[in-house]
């Protein structure tokens, strides 16, 4: 059993990665999935890390939960507040992966268990991580599944199979929310929804930042990006390749990844060129994340915080410019003021 985590202090990050690399064992050989990269998340901010499919975005989420294959070679730092993760026993892990640190999947269909009722998936969180009674745990049960579905004594009733899916993603949200945990992987939440549980999907992961959640977006749609992210990490073949603040990615990205993803989520189909496969490097020169080199004066709330750079050169597209470095505080948790939201090409209101 982990012993719970003191709070964090207002600037330091709920979740520090530090040079992460992670590589897939397959019968062709090794294939590197993840290259080298480092980022903080803090509280009440959402971090959106985007790019194009198999990027790493969502082996990275993986990472973070110790959800990866058992061939998968992970190396590097991953830390929950003074909690090391990435040397956390499974136990240990379990009750952190529910109890601090949700995930919201990319299907819930696969997710949730197709051999237990939603009832029980959600009663479970409260025997196990809150010691609930049986029938504190019902009761509990059908609140949270009453907060974002209109008929749960239906649902607690139902099996996964019996779900659509827009009514699995609300269930899926409602049980990483359950705990009221500190961090919230959002794995492309909102892709394959129709309109109205799209929305709803947004505006509960925006309350969940606002009651102090920190919030790792993982997407390749920029409408999104644009409604929630305060931050915006870009990654490339693995490595991250810029960062930011989302007004400034919008409007001077420094690479054209961002600009091929807007116009693919407003056409709605994948930018042009993909991004190359196991050890192949592109020739064209390193591009250098945009990384603080010197402490800054403080700034107005909801700016960019610093990502770190890569000790080794990542993969980058032919095309790509290097930018100059940039330099960033830490984060501040106080009141957030109302932000000019950048123009986005799925005009989420």
Do not use: W
Request: glycine residues 6%.
């Amino acid at each position: 059993m982990t012993t719970a985590p003191e709070p964090p202090a207002p600037t330091e990050p709920l979740l520090t990665v530090r040079h992460l690399t992670a590589t897939y064992s397959t019968n062709e050989g090794p294939v590197p999935a993840v290259r080298d990269i480092s980022f903080d998340l803090y509280p009440r901010e959402v971090l959106a890390l985007v790019g194009e499919s198999a990027a790493g975005k969502s082996t990275v989420a993986h990472a973070i939960l110790n959800l990866l294959p058992q061939q998968t070679t992970v190396h590097g730092d991953i830390r929950y507040l003074d909690i090391d993760l990435t040397h956390t026993d499974p136990e240990a892990m379990r009750q952190i992966a529910s109890r601090h640190i949700a995930m919201i999947f990319q299907e819930p269909l696969a997710a949730l268990t197709p051999t237990l009722s939603i009832g029980e998936q959600v009663d479970e969180l409260f025997t196990v991580h809150r010691h609930f009674t049986k029938n504190e745990a019902i009761a509990a049960a059908y609140r949270t599944l009453g907060a974002v579905l209109p008929d749960p004594a239906r649902i607690v009733e139902s099996y996964t199979h019996q779900l659509s899916g827009g009514m699995a993603q609300h269930v899926m949200i409602a049980m990483a929310t359950a705990l009221g945990p500190d961090i919230i992987i959002a794995d492309e939440a909102t892709s394959n929804l129709d309109p109205g549980t799209r929305q709803e999907t947004i505006s509960r992961i925006e309350g969940m930042r606002d009651d102090g959640t920190g919030v790792l977006l993982i997407t390749h749609d920029f409408g999104v990006v644009a409604r929630l992210a305060d931050r915006v990490a870009v990654m490339y073949a693995g490595a991250i390749v810029e960062t930011g603040d989302v007004s400034t990615i919008f409007a001077a990205p420094a690479t054209p990844i961002p600009s091929a993803c807007s116009k693919a989520s407003q056409a709605s189909t994948a930018a042009s060129g993909s991004p190359p496969c196991g050890d192949s490097r592109p020739t064209s020169p390193r591009l250098a994340p945009n990384v603080p080199s010197s402490p800054a004066a403080p700034r107005p709330p909801r700016s960019a915080a610093p990502i770190l750079p890569p000790s080794s050169s990542p993969p980058t597209p032919a095309s790509m410019a290097t930018p100059s470095p940039a330099t960033t505080p830490s984060p501040s948790t106080a009141a957030r003021p109302a932000r000019t939201k950048p123009c986005c090409s799925r005009g989420l209101h």
